[in-house]
């Protein structure tokens, strides 16, 4: 029955041995869980078992794909029991039997055959669609998470910081307005910053009376791969936190758990605090199904975790309470395997995802007509603008922004802005000034100095039914909190299928040429790391009128397709007044047209050269145009605006116009912006002449020697002649 890879243990063979080997004397006679009630709990960790089982047959058969395993954590069972099937988890990779105990609860789902839909990546798993195999159910309210460690936690504590504020608001959301969040994670992974951020920021927001009805399971099995846990390391690191409140429950011990399980979900639920529960657990058969535990483990080790196997634990139990027998323990536990083994052969001949287009079709749903119905709704507003940055027929780019977001806060109430130094200070540059006086903190509020944190309540405020609008404060800071961006927020439709969608628009001030003021930190000009991410939206606005239809725009998107926008502010550019000295040429007036996404602005219609640039490049390179003029060249210049995705058609059109292209790309060399513009040329069938100017593969320094290393209008003016016939 059971599977003996190299250097690794038969558990089934060992667990029916141990089960046969028990006597009378050995039995915990304690009283505990209802017999059967208890029955039930078994044979959720059974079917857990069982389905580890059959990953690994399956995988040694290369019919699977995924197998590791949740054996040794089953007391998870007991909380899920602990738990409404309405309290939303996001489970550890090793939450196996809460899943099952959780998706038994809810009539229709079989969460053997959905678990095993996974590991083979058939089309028909109810929650990826064959994608990756996840614990995940939209109808047992499990979000779906990756195996990146401790990434989950910022979205758990957002998502504990958003119910309640969602029903205060009357904003819909898929959960009632009591729930509890639980968020389960190992013992490695509660050393993660990820996992000790989030922590600490639902703390902190508790200690200010925030509502946080959050528990954090932490599944302590003493390992972390190869490398061992300290023993007591856990209860050292967060027993002693003030305003977390800790329990701890021996994971193998079924009562044990299911008491403490029901105390943390009762103070998270009646006090609306984080709870933490460690439940000490083993672990059984190594990391993965490739792991050979034996090479770093000795065999004391390894059987003093098989004697303290969990479902032994539950047999001993039951045993004690007079409702089963050796004989029917064994027989219940054959009947579920014989269920595992019946499936796992059917699922086997299910179909898989066969072409790129069944693979990404939930990566980044577009409906054009929809968002664009959604935009021009903002055309109806009457709401007054900021009496603190004033609005004008004619503004700058900090004013549009300003404005635009006053008018989607008025407009809907599923709107949140949010981020460091937003709400009080109204940002580092006024952009969101006198917006929390207006709106209120509930909806204009600060948060704690942590990229991580913030993404985290933008991925769980989205999932309570909000369209966040998240700020971080420079470009070079989200690097910090990438993982926020490209594993969490850009994945959850892609490996839910859908059933999950976090639609936000983060707002980043980013790029540079600001003067006398930060260096590198503040004057990032990298933005390889966000437009290598699939599905995610990337909008860089150089003016007013665009700042605010893109804007727009995006927050349309996100609300209508779940997307996750990136909308890049070049901070050199907010409050620039002119094109040319005393011009006012750089001010218009934020408009409420749609800008599609992906489409570029035409700045003239010149036939000689066509510059493409974007951000902080469009007004050099006009300058540029207007010199050229003098010499007698006619440029046109495009403004991509969109740098994902790219706006292919226009880009195409307008370099076919002229036959002659030349890219001013501030980002860098190496990495930067142009690499894609070539590619996308070129892939297109453009054959024109084509050049390229960037900044230096270099940090941006302090003071003048910034000018060294980006792009200067001398640099796009002396490519501009060396492309010229």
């Known amino acids: 029955m059971g599977e003996v890879g190299r250097g690794s243990v038969d558990l089934d063979a060992a667990f029916r041995a141990a089960v046969v080997g028990l006597e009378a004397g050995s039995i915990d006679s304690r009283a505990g869980i209802d017999a059967a009630f ?102 047992a309210s499990i979000i779906p998470q990756t195996s990146t460690i401790a990434s989950h936690l910022p979205r758990a504590v957002g998502l504990a910081f958003a119910i309640e504020r969602a029903g205060r608001q009357g904003i819909p959301c898929p959960w009632p307005r009591d729930s509890v969040v639980v968020c389960s994670f190992g013992d490695a992974s509660a050393n993660h910053s990820t996992a000790t951020g989030a922590i600490n920021a639902a703390v902190h927001a508790s200690h200010q009376g925030v509502p946080m009805p959050i528990v954090f399971v932490c599944e302590d099995n003493g390992i972390g791969i190869s490398v061992p846990t300290p023993a007591d390391w856990i209860e050292r690191a967060y027993g002693p936190r003030p305003g977390l409140t800790y329990l701890a429950a021996d994971g193998c011990d079924l009562p044990d758990v299911l008491g403490a399980a029901e105390d943390a979900v009762y103070l998270a639920r009646t006090w609306r605090v984080p709870v ?9 058969g190594g990391h993965a199904g490739s792991d050979v535990e034996s090479g770093y483990r000795g065999p004391a080790d390894i059987a003093a975790d098989l004697a303290r196997d969990p479902l032994l634990g539950t047999a001993r139990h039951l045993l004690a309470t007079g409702v089963t027998d050796t004989s029917d323990l064994l027989a219940r536990y054959d009947r579920i395997a014989d269920r595992v083994r019946e499936v796992s052969d059917e699922v086997v001949r299910e179909a898989r995802l066969d072409s790129a287009s069944a693979v990404i079709a939930p990566l980044a749903p577009s409906h054009p007509s929809a968002v664009r119905a959604d935009v021009l709704r903002s055309a109806t507003t009457t709401d007054s603008p900021s009496e603190d940055l004033s609005v004008s027929p004619r503004t700058t780019l900090a004013q549009a922004i300003n404005h635009t977001l006053g008018e989607l806060l008025a407009r809907d ?83 839910s299928a859908g059933h999950y969608r976090n639609p936000m628009v983060v707002r980043i001030a980013g790029l ?93 219609d010149g036939t000689d050269l066509t510059i493409v640039t974007f951000g902080n490049g469009v007004p050099m390179s006009l300058r540029v145009a207007d010199r050229l003029a003098d010499r007698g060249v006619r440029a046109r210049v495009l403004d991509l605006r969109w740098l994902n995705p790219l706006p292919i058609a226009d880009l195409l059109e307008q370099a076919v116009a002229t036959g002659r292209v030349l890219v001013a790309d501030e980002t860098r060399h190496s990495g930067g912006v142009s690499e894609s513009v070539f590619a996308a040329l070129l892939d297109a069938g453009y054959r024109g002449a084509l050049a390229r100017v960037t900044s230096i593969d270099s940090f941006v320094p302090l003071g003048p020697a910034a000018d060294t290393v980006l792009l200067s209008e001398t640099d796009i003016e002396k490519a501009a002649l060396a492309l010229l016939p």
């Not at 933490?276 to 059984?284: E, S, W």
């Not at 397709?561 to 502010?569: H, I, M, S, Y």
């Open 38 to 139: 208890g029955l039930e709990l078994f044979e959720s960790q059974m079917a857990s078992r069982h389905l580890d089982l059959a990953a690994r047959r399956l995988g040694a058969a290369r019919q699977g794909f995924y197998s590791i395993g949740s054996s040794g954590h089953e007391g998870n069972a007991a909380v899920a029991a602990a738990l409404r099937v309405d309290d939303p988890a996001l489970l550890h990779y090793r939450s196996g039997a809460f899943f099952v105990q959780r998706c038994k609860r809810v009539p229709g789902l079989d969460p053997i055959r959905d678990v095993l839909l996974g590991v083979v990546a058939a089309a028909s798993d109810p929650i990826s669609g064959g994608r990756h195999k996840v614990f995940g159910s939209a109808a």
């Open 276 to 284: 933490f529960l460690h439940m000490r657990t083993v672990r059984l």
């Open 413 to 495: 109430p599923d709107v949140l802005v949010f981020g460091e130094d937003v709400g009080r200070k109204g940002g580092v540059y006024g952009v969101t000034k006198g917006l929390r006086k207006r709106f209120g903190a509930r909806r204009v509020f600060d948060t704690l100095l942590d990229e991580q944190a913030v993404l985290g309540t933008a991925l769980g405020t989205a999932l309570a039914g909000f369209v966040p609008i998240p700020e971080i404060q420079y470009l070079a800071y989200v690097h910090n909190a990438a993982d926020q961006i490209r594993g969490e927020a850009a994945t959850l439709q892609f490996f």
């Open 512 to 604: 540079a040429y600001q003067k006398g003021f930060g260096g590198h930190f503040h004057n990032d000009n990298s933005l390889a790391a966000l437009r290598d991410i699939p599905g995610v939206v990337v909008a860089v606005p150089a003016r007013a009128d665009d700042a605010a239809a893109l804007l727009r725009t995006c927050v349309s998107a996100a609300r209508v397709d779940g997307r996750v926008c990136v909308f890049v502010e070049p901070i050199a550019l907010y409050h620039t007044r002119d094109l040319h000295p005393g011009d006012d040429g750089w001010l218009a007036s934020p408009t409420t047209e749609h800008v599609p996404i992906g489409s570029a602005r035409v700045y003239g």
